[in-house]
């Protein structure tokens, strides 16, 4: 079964400044995609970005970009001149192995907080 | 385009009861999956739907169902209620083709049991 990790369970960022997000993940498939996702107060799970494993680029979103390393199974997420709307619980996710498309597997999340 | 809306947002139930949710997807998306989240044991994956089948199912006892309707909207049922069902349920829907479409998830319903 898949495991997904994320070792920080809290990081705090000064405004403006870059922070990174750690997750490792166990998979014995050659081809998936990779997320994360945030969750603000509001409860609401918005998409950050997606990686697709296959491609050897690694994924931007605007301020958000990842550094995928396939051999090692990590899936970081950096987010760059960090804004307070950055505050939020993120969460790594792999997709289930049990068929469908929609199930995933979540890490544990790391709160996120930003100081002004 | 409307969001996904999951009704009700809040809920108070007593052990022993049943209770449903609901969920409506996005306008054209045929895929709904269900979440638990709580603080002990995180996001796990309840079942998915498509296209009224059940698609894929986690590891949750047979207490826990779903459905769906053929317009995609779809409900999950918990029956016979005990203290450790007590979380946030959250829905999301996809166009559900491929593994790795983007979720678009609802704002959950809290459950409490008391």
């Known amino acids: 079964a898949q495991t997904v990790t994320q070792s920080q369970p809290e990081m705090s960022v000064q405004e403006a400044e870059t922070v990174t997000l750690s997750c490792t993940y166990d998979t014995s498939e050659s081809d998936y995609y990779l997320f994360w996702y945030k969750q603000p107060p509001s409860r609401q799970m918005i998409l950050v970005i997606r990686q697709e494993a296959y491609k050897q680029q690694n994924a931007t979103e605007n301020r958000f970009s990842v550094n995928f390393q396939k051999a090692a199974k990590s899936f970081s997420l950096k987010i760059s001149d960090s804004q307070l709307g950055d505050a939020a619980m993120y969460f790594c996710a792999f997709p289930d192995s049990g068929g469908g498309a929609d199930g995933l597997t979540f890490g544990k999340g790391t709160h996120l907080i930003i100081q002004p | 385009k409307a969001g996904v809306t999951q009704t009700p947002r809040y809920l108070i139930k007593t052990r022993g009861q049943q209770v449903t949710l609901s969920c409506s997807p996005i306008s054209g998306h045929r895929s709904v999956s269900w979440y638990q989240q709580t603080p002990g044991q995180g996001l796990q994956f309840l079942f998915e739907y498509f296209s009224e089948t059940q698609r894929n199912k986690g590891n949750f006892p047979g207490r826990f169902s779903g459905r769906q309707f053929s317009n995609s909207r779809s409900e999950m049922n918990v029956s016979t209620l005990e203290l450790g069902d007590s979380a946030l349920y959250l829905c999301?829907?996809?166009?559900?083709?491929?593994?790795?479409?983007?979720?678009?998830f609802g704002n959950g319903t809290r459950l409490t049991v008391t």
């Open positions: 999301a829907s996809s166009l559900g083709q491929a593994r790795g479409s983007p979720l678009h």
